[in-house]
């Protein structure tokens, strides 16, 4: 693939809902563009673009696929992007580095909901899109109705520059409406025929409207326009073309891509109508020493600036970096600078990949997209730059975690392989999290939802051989104590030889929330000689950890220690230990031990319409609502929820708010435990305990 002027490159982005044919239209275009001698088939699991073993098995797209190729004097990268939710972190890092989208709707089900938000996402960045509408060979559809639908849902002025030529199974090709011919399909072969007579007054209607949106962009058109004049397939597209690329126009075809019917329309569209790196403008970015804000053009000779939005794991290349160039000129062998990391890199070769085939090319200029094998300290979200003149580009916002499950090692033998085959899953997907719960001691995997949950652990064991248990994480329940005590710890032993003695008065209090653990030593006049103080804390401390109700840390108290006794022979660290623990536990008893429970701070964005449904469902999860409040064309309800009612909230909401909800949290403080499920607490631990000592 020859290198291509920032002006002829296109960075498009397909997005959509699961099954919309996303997958299915990538594969018509590389067909198209003779990329491909043959069109993969998503049942076959022969697709370029899913090419992962997950993907082929469960015959969705998990992972974002980048897919260049040449048309009509024009490189296009084209960014296929999966549907689901789960995977929503690929199809932010696409946006992050397209100029333009195409919003593929399936016409069947007509505008659904990850269609919908994907499109909001896109409109939030300003970006130009186009819509395909696909399966128009299917039963049921209808262009007309479809078109009507996309205006209103995703609130803009789509207007068609296509339409089907027939309907359903007697579809047989498009109406090409810039250049008023229609395009037959017979065996995958397009050719050029006459409109159909019972069309002509439709394709008259439509293609009117087009002109109007076009001549809408220019005055000189527009007053062409008024005078009644004719605007030639050029004229129309200047200005389709600059309507589209300040938002007022969304340019719509017709598509069923298995029988390329509407393929070739909608790449000339790409072509003609979206916009260059150059047309998307310079981004935004800051000097790393100083700070202060640092614009690049986009041009192939100035400075080099690149953002790494993908990082994958091949068998034979190794780690593969995905970036974009917004200035400068990247070269192969070429010495370059992460910002983001203040470390030197050498680029190896630079490849152009199409799927898992790839191609070495000399450099990649301003405004295009290459992978590069084996960096050794970037990652996703990282820039790259000349050092002499350093850049810092804002990374990738990928969306917050809020899925976990608990996860270990099925054998001893995979204990050590498990961090290190997560941290590459991470690095793949920013997304997949993996930490450490200091309160549980628990490895805890973070994710998207169950389904994305569920194939990381698939990967772990697909591809590293490291098989895990999984199961619902514990939920970081405290102790503390309600009033004030004041007791005796004493612990005596009388053996044969030596004995055990150790005599201790220790008071407990509670302490504001929050505040965790303190020891005070007050002990006056020796009563426990100073030697043995330490090992007295070492035992109230090792108490603490244990617990007095359930075997959960106790915090928000103070232990004082005040008085004692000793013997000059018998007394020992040991001893004093096991006294100043003797009277943790007795303290706290007396002082009535009550249960804390972690609360979350939780923010939901919702459709004001789902506001009534979210609102009850958290009020069943014992939440306090803290407000509300619009957030552009939803609403943000805030509420603090127990953390043990949020574990199963990512698919209650789904179910309640048809996929269209959203929510973050956060840890917030620690509150008690109402009395009547307290109990129910307590007996489960002690259980979970017992269970634990039969299985050792």
């Known amino acids: 693939m020859r290198i291509y002027d920032t002006d002829h490159l296109r960075n498009v982005v397909l997005l959509g809902h699961g099954q919309c044919g996303k997958t299915s239209l990538a594969e018509a275009v590389l067909f198209a563009a003779g990329v491909t001698d043959r069109l993969g088939s998503i049942d076959e699991g022969n697709t370029v673009g899913d090419a992962d073993a997950e993907e082929i098995d469960r015959g969705i797209s998990i992972s974002l696929s980048l897919l260049p190729f040449e048309w009509d004097g024009h490189k296009i990268n084209l960014l296929d992007t999966p549907g689901y939710a789960e995977f929503t972190g690929e199809v932010s890092a696409a946006l992050r580095v397209a100029d333009a989208t195409v919003v593929v709707v399936d016409a069947v089900s007509g505008v659904e909901v990850q269609t919908e938000r994907y499109a909001t996402m896109a409109a939030e960045r300003g970006l130009p899109r186009a819509i395909a509408i696909a399966k128009l060979d299917k039963e049921h559809t209808d262009f007309a109705r479809t078109l009507s639908e996309v205006r209103e849902a995703l609130q803009c002025n789509a207007v068609a520059v296509s339409l089907p030529l027939g309907s359903h199974a007697g579809l047989t090709g498009v109406v090409d409406l810039v250049n008023n011919v229609a395009y037959t399909v017979d065996g995958g072969k397009e050719s050029e025929s006459p409109i159909p007579e019972d069309m002509a007054a439709v394709v008259a209607e439509y293609r009117e409207k087009l002109i109007e949106a076009a001549a809408e962009a220019d005055d000189e058109l527009m007053e062409k326009y008024l005078e009644e004049e004719s605007l030639s397939p050029d004229e129309i597209v200047r200005g389709l073309r600059a309507s589209t690329l300040s938002g007022k126009v969304v340019p719509t075809v017709a598509l069923a891509a298995p029988k390329m019917i509407g393929v070739r329309c909608l790449l000339g569209t790409i072509a003609a109508d979206l916009p260059s790196p150059r047309d998307a403008g310079a981004v935004n970015s800051s000097d790393p020493r100083t700070s202060e804000e640092k614009e690049r053009p986009v041009d192939p000779k100035a400075p080099l600036s690149a953002l790494v939005f993908k990082t994958t794991a091949d068998p034979y290349a190794g780690r593969l970096t995905h970036f974009r160039v917004y200035s400068g000129t990247i070269h192969s062998d070429a010495a370059v600078y992460n910002a983001t990391r203040g470390e030197r890199e050498r680029v190896g070769s630079l490849l152009s990949a199409v799927g898992k085939k790839q191609e070495a090319v000399a450099n990649v200029p301003a405004?295009?997209?290459?992978?590069?094998?084996?960096?050794?300290?970037?990652?996703?979200?990282?820039?790259?730059?000349?050092?002499?003149?350093?850049?810092?580009?804002?990374?990738?916002?990928?969306?917050?975690?809020?899925?976990?499950?608990?996860?270990?090692?099925?054998?001893?033998?995979?204990?050590?392989?498990?961090?290190?085959?997560?941290?590459?899953?991470?690095?793949?997907?920013?997304?997949?999290?993996?930490?450490?719960?200091?309160?549980?001691?628990?490895?805890?995997?973070?994710?998207?939802?169950?389904?994305?949950?569920?194939?990381?652990?698939?990967?772990?064991?697909?591809?590293?051989?490291?098989?895990?248990?999984?199961?619902?994480?514990?939920?970081?329940?405290?102790?503390?104590?309600?009033?004030?005590?004041?007791?005796?710890?004493?612990?005596?032993?009388?053996?044969?030889?030596?004995?055990?003695?150790?005599?201790?008065?220790?008071?407990?209090?509670?302490?504001?929330?929050?505040?965790?653990?303190?020891?005070?030593?007050?002990?006056?006049?020796?009563?426990?000689?100073?030697?043995?103080?330490?090992?007295?804390?070492?035992?109230?401390?090792?108490?603490?950890?244990?617990?007095?109700?359930?075997?959960?840390?106790?915090?928000?108290?103070?232990?004082?220690?005040?008085?004692?006794?000793?013997?000059?022979?018998?007394?020992?660290?040991?001893?004093?230990?096991?006294?100043?623990?003797?009277?943790?536990?007795?303290?706290?008893?007396?002082?009535?031990?009550?249960?804390?429970?972690?609360?979350?701070?939780?923010?939901?964005?919702?459709?004001?319409?789902?506001?009534?449904?979210?609102?009850?469902?958290?009020?069943?999860?014992?939440?306090?609502?803290?407000?509300?409040?619009?957030?552009?064309?939803?609403?943000?309800?805030?509420?603090?929820?127990?953390?043990?009612?949020?574990?199963?909230?990512?698919?209650?909401?789904?179910?309640?708010?048809?996929?269209?909800?959203?929510?973050?949290?956060?840890?917030?403080?620690?509150?008690?435990?109402?009395?009547?499920?307290?109990?129910?607490?307590?007996?489960?631990?002690?259980?979970?305990?017992?269970?634990?000592?039969?299985?050792?």
Request: charged share 25%; with cysteine.
């Open 367 to 696: 405004g295009d997209i290459a992978l590069v094998a084996k960096l050794h300290a970037t990652v996703t979200g990282d820039t790259l730059c000349d050092e002499s003149d350093p850049i810092l580009l804002p990374g990738v916002e990928f969306p917050i975690s809020v899925f976990s499950l608990a996860i270990s090692a099925k054998s001893r033998a995979d204990e050590d392989k498990v961090g290190s085959a997560l941290a590459r899953l991470s690095e793949e997907d920013p997304t997949i999290q993996f930490s450490m719960d200091p309160e549980t001691k628990e490895s805890i995997l973070s994710g998207i939802g169950d389904l994305h949950l569920e194939i990381a652990v698939s990967r772990l064991q697909r591809r590293y051989g490291v098989e895990v248990r999984t199961g619902a994480p514990k939920i970081p329940y405290k102790e503390t104590v309600r009033g004030k005590a004041r007791v005796q710890g004493r612990f005596k032993r009388q053996t044969g030889g030596r004995g055990q003695f150790g005599d201790v008065w220790l008071r407990v209090e509670p302490l504001a929330r929050g505040t965790g653990f303190e020891f005070v030593d007050a002990v006056r006049g020796g009563a426990v000689p100073r030697n043995f103080i330490p090992a007295v804390e070492k035992g109230v401390r090792e108490a603490v950890e244990k617990g007095v109700l359930a075997g959960y840390p106790l915090t928000d108290l103070r232990a004082i220690l005040d008085d004692g006794s000793s013997h000059s022979v018998d007394s020992s660290d040991m001893a004093f230990k096991i006294a100043g623990s003797i009277a943790l536990q007795k303290a706290a008893e007396q002082a009535v031990t009550l249960l804390l429970e972690p609360i979350v701070e939780v923010e939901v964005i919702v459709p004001s319409e789902h506001m009534g449904d979210v609102i009850g469902g958290l009020n069943s999860k014992r939440a306090q609502i803290l407000g509300m409040e619009p957030t552009g064309k939803s609403q943000l309800v805030r509420a603090q929820v127990p953390l043990a009612e949020m574990a199963s909230y990512a698919s209650g909401l789904r179910s309640l708010t048809g996929g269209r909800g959203t929510y973050s949290m956060r840890f917030s403080n620690y509150q008690e435990v109402p009395a009547h499920l307290s109990q129910h607490v307590i007996d489960a631990a002690k259980e979970a305990k017992q269970q634990e000592s039969v299985g050792r």
